[in-house]
C-alpha cells in the first residue's frame, strides 16, 4: 500500500513493535497491508493518506490528494490548538492555574502561521499564581483536618503518611500491629 505524508513534518507509525517513519512531502510503500492500515489508521487524522499507484505522477501524487493531505494536517493542528484553548478557559472559570503550551503545541502554533498565514494565539492564564497557591493550600489544610477527624482527632504525627507508613511498622495500622502482637505472645505460649 502506498501511503503519503503532505503535512510540513515527519509521521512515526508504529505497527506490531516496528515503526515507519514517513517524511514530509514523501510517497512510501508499506509492504504488510496489516501494518499499512494500522499506521493510516493511527496517522490518518495528521494528514496520511492512501494513494494508488496508478495516481503518481513523476513520483509525487495529484494535487487534489497533497491538498486533502494538508487540509487534514491542519484540521488536526487546529484542533490541538483548539483543545489547550478550551481547557485553559476552563481552568480559568474553576480558578486554577493556567496551563503552560507544550514545545509541541508551540511548534504547531508557528506551522499553523507558516502554512496559513494567520497567527492562533493561546488563552491566557487569569488566576494569579499566589492566589492559587493559597487556595490548594487551604483545600489541602481542610483536608488533613477531615482526615485527623475521620481518624478520631489523632495526631498530626499519627497518620499514615504519604510512603504509607504508619508509627506502628511500615503499612501496618495499629490495629494489625497489636493482631500480629497478640498472635506472635500466643505462639510463644
Do not use: C, W
Amino acid at each position: 500500500m502506498l501511503v503519503y505524508n503532505g503535512s510540513p513534518e515527519p509521521m512515526h507509525g508504529k505497527a506490531e513493535g516496528s515503526t515507519i517513519t514517513i517524511p514530509p512531502g514523501e510517497v512510501i510503500e508499506v509492504e504488510n497491508g496489516f501494518h499499512a492500515n494500522l499506521i493510516l489508521a493511527q496517522l490518518e487524522m495528521k494528514g496520511l493518506v492512501r494513494i494508488s499507484a496508478k495516481d503518481l505522477t513523476a513520483g509525487q501524487p495529484p494535487d487534489a490528494v497533497k491538498a486533502v493531505s494538508r487540509e487534514a494536517f491542519l484540521g488536526f493542528v487546529e484542533k490541538q490548538l483548539n483543545t489547550f484553548n478550551n481547557l485553559q478557559i476552563a481552568q480559568n472559570k474553576q480558578g486554577l492555574p493556567g496551563l503552560v503550551p507544550t514545545r509541541e503545541l508551540t511548534r504547531y502554533q508557528a506551522l499553523y502561521k507558516e502554512m496559513v498565514g494567520e497567527e492562533v494565539q493561546f488563552e491566557d492564564s487569569k488566576v494569579d499564581p499566589k492566589t492559587a497557591a493559597s487556595q490548594l493550600t487551604a483545600a489541602f489544610t481542610s483536608l488533613i483536618s477531615q482526615l485527623q477527624a475521620a481518624q478520631g482527632g489523632q495526631a498530626k504525627g499519627d497518620l499514615m503518611d504519604l510512603g504509607g507508613s504508619t508509627p506502628s511498622g511500615p503499612g501496618r495500622s495499629k490495629s494489625q500491629e497489636n493482631a500480629r502482637q497478640a498472635k506472635a505472645k500466643s505462639q510463644k505460649s
